[in-house]
């Protein structure tokens, strides 16, 4: 594995944040009260966190990047590696804790075996941000059975959530060229194997929140290869705005 | 994964780390905090290893700057780098420091399974910094920044900060 595919290996993980982290951001004020609102916006601050620490090591990696600021905010949409799920949009609270509870199963898991990579800065960012995402997935978790075991309209609009994102699941454990090749050096995770564990934990989960676990066959896919929702779009252009105008604008 | 060593930093650095404080909490040094992991002279260029608390802590790169401001006032040049291995612990706080900590309206945290118990509400065991009393009850995971969470005392009713545990 070279150093610039070594890049985008560290540039597809941290996408995940980047959009994840954008959306919660757009809640900063509108939460549903105060305590959600500055919890997404904690755990959005988290994942921009970790996605700095990812995006300077790609940037030193592929001299193609003249930056952090250029990874993030100069790709086109094509060229964000990003899993369809967390480009969702924040139809309504359930989505938001839907959304939040089915990324942060699967992040805790990768973040486990990413901390053992033979990459010494990808396992001292994992090493970090597992502490983190501890708190993402007790804050998740506890929203869900509070919403699935709460009231008849809380519960439909949970189900609800679960229902229409649990296409997007299965995405997360797509290995690409690039994934295979981390999984060859010894630097990356083997998603195939974290799918069992991941599916136990959520149906745990979903049944201790009284919810159903859907029954489907149909996943839809293509994030992964830069192929995005309609939603993107839009994420993007506000996400890019600042740097579109103003570029290399600093703090 | 180790997380007990001790940092090293030379003596004739301490004072001048000692006035930098914490920009949230501001009655915190930065060496009360436990973020600075080595502080060495070489060469007359003073190099600093920082370690951020939380990932996307905004006070990282205030600190980085404000350390570096006090240097050039004694004088010295100085040079801040992140580290995140090993990742900063909670236990790297000082004692002195979680004591200005509770005296500032800020419960410090507590050891991991009783900062597990209080979160999860099976037990009282946050003091209210108030009042001392443990009859206090958790309103949110999250308060004002990453590191803390919502207290909420139930003998003298006033809100208040947790800082979570961290290991
Ligand atoms: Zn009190």
């Known amino acids: 594995m070279d150093s610039k595919q070594r890049s985008n290996y560290v540039t597809s993980i941290a996408d995940n944040h980047l959009i994840l982290g954008q959306r919660l951001g757009e809640l900063c004020g509108h939460g549903p009260n105060l305590e959600t609102d500055i919890a997404l916006t904690n755990i959005a601050l988290d994942l921009f966190g970790q996605t700095r620490s990812y995006y300077q090591y790609a940037a030193q990696l592929d001299d193609a990047f003249a930056s952090e600021d250029a990874v993030a905010f100069l790709r086109k949409e094509h060229e964000y590696h990003n899993v369809l799920l967390v480009e969702q949009p924040n139809t309504h609270f359930g989505f938001v804790i839907g959304r939040q509870f089915l990324f942060d199963a699967y992040h805790l898991l990768l973040l486990e075996q990413l901390q053992y990579s033979a990459d010494a800065t990808l396992a001292a960012i994992a090493q970090k941000a597992i502490k983190e995402v501890r708190y993402h997935q007790r804050f998740s978790s506890d929203w869900l059975k509070r919403l699935g075991d709460g009231t008849e309209k809380s519960r439909k609009k949970m189900q609800e959530a679960i229902d229409a994102l649990w296409r997007y699941t299965d995405e997360l454990f797509e290995m690409t060229p690039i994934d295979q090749l981390a999984v060859d050096a010894g630097i990356g995770v083997d998603l195939h194997a974290l799918r069992p564990m991941y599916y136990q934990k959520i149906s745990e989960v979903l049944e201790e929140a009284t919810l159903v676990l859907p029954e489907t066959n149909y996943f839809q896919k293509g994030g992964k290869q830069g192929r995005h929702t309609e939603h993107m779009g839009y994420l993007l252009a506000d996400l890019q705005y600042m740097q579109r105008t103003y570029p290399n604008m600093d703090w | ?167």
Request: charged content about 25%; aromatic content about 6%.
């Open chain 2, 1 to 167: 994964m180790t997380t007990t060593e001790k940092p090293n930093i030379q003596e004739h650095l301490v004072s001048i780390l000692e006035s930098v404080a914490d920009p949230e909490i501001p009655v915190l040094s930065v060496l009360d905090l436990g973020v600075i992991r080595e502080a060495v002279e070489v060469e007359g260029m003073v190099q600093i290893k920082l370690s951020p608390t939380y990932s996307g802590c905004p006070a990282t790169d205030m600190m980085a700057s404000d350390i570096k401001a006090a240097f050039a006032q004694k004088g010295k040049k100085a040079r801040v780098d992140l580290v995140l291995a090993p990742a900063w612990t909670t236990d790297w706080m000082s004692e002195k420091g979680k004591q200005k900590m509770e005296a500032y309206g800020i419960a410090p945290p507590l050891e991991p399974l009783a900062d597990k118990e209080a979160l999860l509400g099976n037990q009282k065991l946050v003091k209210c910094p108030q009042c001392g009393s443990t009859n206090t009850h958790l309103v949110s995971q999250f308060g004002a920044t990453a590191c803390k969470a919502l207290f909420q005392c139930d003998n003298c009713q006033e809100p208040f900060d947790y800082f979570k545990c961290l290991k």
